[in-house]
């Protein structure tokens, strides 16, 4: 804590000195001005009214930016769990990826809307600027922009013929070769042709069971070709056709994380476990956990790198990823008319080794109680027999995601010189998908033939599965009139109705769940119960008759396959806008202060047939003051200071039944607040030293919400457990009475790290031959939970890392040699931590935590040729 206010002082120090010492300055040097269009229109990054982070290609080679992690952080405010594709700013974004709740922070590529921000982090040779902006964009970016928008645009086709190649190599084996071709074809016509491979086959988690390694093992392609041209004098297009595949054992989507050996058999004592409840296991990976497991038959290695399974992990496109994007632009007499369109689809599959051991089969030891007919249990005498019990634990989990959309805009925008600007659109959106997830026990042949219910083949123990369509419509309109040579007024406004529809789907398995037989007497899992209709019931909590929203009819379950389906359907809709007012003194300032109102779509827990699937909207009312400054070309600093009213944020709670996996229910925090105040500077002493010095604070805290029950801690006896003791407490989810749950005022909103720094010094020697820049990176960020439960299993510490490269570039800018390194002092951080309960395996109920931790990159080192025509 005190080395952490030394360096919070530290930073104050620094910035009241820079100012000091560039106002002292006559401009040793300017710092070049950077064009966005985070307001769909060309403007000087500090002509800009919102909190903007900008990143070009050439600041990116230039600092080392080359993911979205990277991106994370040098832009305050923003966080991103690298696990498993999440992004948040301000403490608003997504905690789920199921497809039927949307993201908080909207990602645009070329214009057009993606649900993923791993577009974003694709290579400076194809993406020519990143800009994030901070805050909702409700009015020009309004779907799932309450948090903000990020924004990739493309390079585009060149006027002369160009062309780049570059290739590197790191450790791990990590090969990565890519190159652009770019020119005139005709006079009207221009193309660009892209295309990249990335591989590595050495990972940074080693299997100690001999299976294959995993971490950023990658194996990925992309090829994209752009034409851009005029259709006659008023009239000019852009398209960019797209297609990549992947087959990879990495995040998103593979592990994070090692540090577990195998199975001790020694630790299992014989008879540990009781007839009845204690065998209730409709979760796969529990087969694996039979005795003790949890209280001690994994032992961490101390390796967190170390792990140890057998079956087969991916996670891959199963079909490529196709995407388009077009602009077509009509030039009329002081206007544009714009129209931006685009459409994608992709198949993705994850496998994953869901026991996490290299276990295939295990004998769980016989009772000493029943090692003769005369001490068993009568029903067993009758039997003749008494037996260890077989258990095969290989577990395989299968997610996918098959999912394609549409995008359309269409805008008419000013393009006068006057004092009035004003653009005006419509949005059109469409999206289908689907989202199966299902268990698997194969070599365990007894769920092949269930007891009174249809065939099993697959072994499946788990299934759930959504097929689901949505749409948004919106039509928005902004005007910009500068009503005094020193202010100007923005006032903007959109209306947007989302809709969406499908069906969910689930079946579900018990075996040993009877306490009648003993499954170790007969020898194997019989009976296997279909538990699929008791469990997926859908049905509402007893003296509950609020109508469950969203539900459309029964859940039925099908004969034929034991399916369990229900429909879904619901639709909202929203007013969204912003107010502002701008104060410009002089060219080198602006102030601004503005209101706006951010609004996300309502969702579904679909899936899972629970009894209250939907959740409502989002909405926030956001306060933001900000200053823009160029001190003398030497010193730019912009800063900003934000309150937000958040209401209704949409959070996902885990809950453990008695029987089955664990579940989550979508629940709507009523209050939450998030304040903060943000600074980005650039600072340019002398010629060729320039330095980078970014710090956010934020407070983002839930403010009223209360009986809801952490699905790893349910008694809420753990450390930090603010239980629920006042009398007329109202359970959130069903309305009824309740002395259950925890109340929640006062704790953080998820990934939303208090403080964040970011700093970065590079320098440029120049000689005859050429040039060599040598750049040094440190980023800092405060711990963070990944909970809206403050509790010690769901913090992540504070982590640092320092990043450096050194660059050679020839005089006649033709070729470059970078040498890079990432996270140099090789720190073993946490990205985030979670934490989910294990049951049904110990005396008297208690239970133990499964942790699962996403670890940073470890440290990465390697060369990049550069060769440019």
């Known amino acids: ?61 230039l600092i080392g930016i080359s993911t979205v992690q990277d991106i994370t952080n040098f832009t305050p405010g923003l966080a991103y769990s690298a696990g498993n594709d999440r992004i948040s700013l301000r403490g608003i974004g997504r905690l789920t990826n199921n497809l039927a709740s949307e993201p908080g922070v909207a990602t645009y590529v070329d214009g057009v809307y993606t649900s993923s921000t791993v577009e974003v982090g694709r290579s400076p040779l194809f993406i020519g600027r990143v800009e994030v902006l901070r805050g909702p964009q409700g009015t020009l970016y309004g779907r799932n922009s309450i948090g903000g928008a990020i924004n990739a645009i493309s390079k585009r086709p060149t006027d002369a013929f160009s062309g780049e190649i570059r290739g590197s190599y790191g450790n791990y084996n990590r090969r990565v070769l890519e190159g652009t071709v770019s020119g005139p074809i005709t006079d009207g016509l221009r193309v660009r042709l892209g295309a990249s491979m990335t591989k590595q086959d050495e990972g940074w988690f080693h299997n100690i069971s001999g299976g294959p390694d995993e971490g ?38 593979g592990r994070t994380g090692g540090g577990l050996t195998p199975l001790d058999t020694a630790l299992i004592t014989p008879g540990s476990l009781s007839p009845g409840a204690g065998y209730g296991f409709a979760f796969g990976q529990n087969l694996v956990t039979l005795g003790p497991a949890r209280n001690g038959a994994f032992v961490t290695t101390g390796d967190l790198t170390a792990f140890s399974t057998n079956g087969e992990t991916f996670n891959r496109l199963t079909d490529y990823n196709d995407q388009i994007a077009a602009n077509v632009t009509y030039h009329l007499d002081g206007m544009d008319l714009k129209y931006v369109g685009g459409f994608q689809h992709y198949r993705y599959a994850l496998q994953s080794d869901f026991d996490g051991t290299a276990i295939k089969s295990y004998t769980i030891p016989l009772n000493p109680g ?39 805009e269409l805008n008419l925008a000013s393009t006068n010189d006057g004092p009035l600007q004003w653009i005006v659109g419509a949005y059109l959106y469409n999206e289908k998908y689907k989202q199966p997830f299902e268990i698997t026990l194969p070599d365990q042949a007894e769920l092949a033939t269930p007891s009174a219910a249809a065939a099993n083949p697959r072994r499946i123990i788990y299934y759930t599965d959504q097929a689901m369509e949505a749409w948004s419509q919106a039509a928005f309109g902004q005007i910009d009139w500068r009503f005094t040579e020193t202010l100007k007024l923005t006032a903007g406004l959109r209306y947007t109705a989302d809709k969406k529809k499908g069906v969910e789907s689930g079946r579900l398995f018990c075996f040993g769940c009877s306490a009648a037989v003993d499954p170790r007497v007969l020898g194997s899992f019989t009976p296997v119960l279909d538990i699929t209709t008791s469990t997926f019931s859908g049905a509402r909590p007893a003296g509950v008759t609020d109508p469950q929203k969203g539900v459309v009819g029964p859940a039925v379950t099908d004969a034929a396959t034991g399916v369990r389906r229900r429909g879904l359907h619901d639709t909202w809709s929203a007013w969204t806008g ?24 309502g969702g579904f827990n679909s899936g899972t047939i629970t009894a209250f699937p939907e959740t409502d909207s989002e909405h926030v009312n956001a306060y933001e003051l900000g200053l823009k400054k160029d001190w003398s070309g030497a010193l730019q600093t912009n800063v900003s200071a934000f309150y937000y009213d958040y209401q209704d944020a949409q959070v996902p709670v885990s809950t453990q039944p008695p029987v089955g996996p664990s579940t989550s229910i979508f629940y709507n925090i009523p209050k939450a607040r998030s304040l903060g105040f943000e600074l980005e500077s650039i600072w340019q002493p002398i010629a060729n030293l320039q330095l980078l010095f970014n710090y956010s604070y934020l407070d983002a805290t839930i403010r009223e919400s209360c009986c809801i029950t952490d ?12 239980p629920v003791s006042a009398l007329g407490a109202v359970d959130p989810i069903t309305g009824a009475p309740t002395s259950r749950g925890q109340d929640l005022s006062g704790n953080h909103l998820p990934v939303a790290p208090r403080n964040k720094i970011s700093f970065n010094a ?34 992540a510490p504070a982590r640092s890392q320092i990043d450096a490269r050194l660059a050679w570039k020839d005089a006649a800018d033709r070729y470059t040699v970078i040498l890079y390194g990432k996270n140099l002092t090789d720190e073993q951080d946490f990205d985030t931590l979670t934490a989910t309960r294990q049951t049904g395996f110990n005396a008297g109920g208690a239970y133990n935590l499964n942790r699962t931790y996403v670890l940073v990159p470890p440290r990465t080192y390697g060369v990049e040729l550069q060769y440019r025509w």
Request: charged share 25%; proline share 5%.
């Open 370 to 408: 029943l090692t003769s007919p005369s001490a068993c249990n009568p029903t067993y005498v009758a039997l003749g027999i008494c037996r260890p019990l077989v258990a095969r634990p290989n577990v395989v989990s299968l997610y996918q995601e098959n999912k394609e959309w549409f995008s359309h």
């Open 711 to 722: 699905g790893a801690d349910p008694a809420a006896v753990a450390p930090g457990a603010k």
């Open 578 to 601: 912003t107010l502002g007012l701008e104060w410009q003194p002089d060219t080198n300032t602006l102030a601004y202060a503005k209101y706006s109102r951010g609004y996300k779509a």
């Open 1 to 61: 804590m005190y080395r952490r206010f030394q360096l919070l002082a530290a930073t104050a120090l620094v910035s009241v000195a820079l100012t000091g010492v560039a106002q002292a300055q006559s401009g040793a040097t300017t710092i070049e001005e950077l064009v966005v269009t985070a307001e769909k229109r060309e403007q000087s990054l500090q002509d800009v009214p919102v909190a903007v982070s900008a990143f070009t290609s050439e600041k990116r080679d």
């Open 762 to 795: 590079n320098y440029t020697w120049e000689f005859e031959p050429g040039s060599i820049t040598g750049s040094v990176s440190y980023v800092w960020r405060d711990k963070v939970y990944s909970s809206i439960f403050d509790r010690p299993y769901y913090q």
């Open 216 to 253: 950023d093992i990658r194996d990925e392609k992309y090829f994209e070709a752009q034409f851009e041209g005029e259709l006659g004098d008023h009239a000019d297009f852009w398209l960019k056709v797209a297609r990549s595949k992947y087959d990879n054992r990495s995040a998103p989507g």
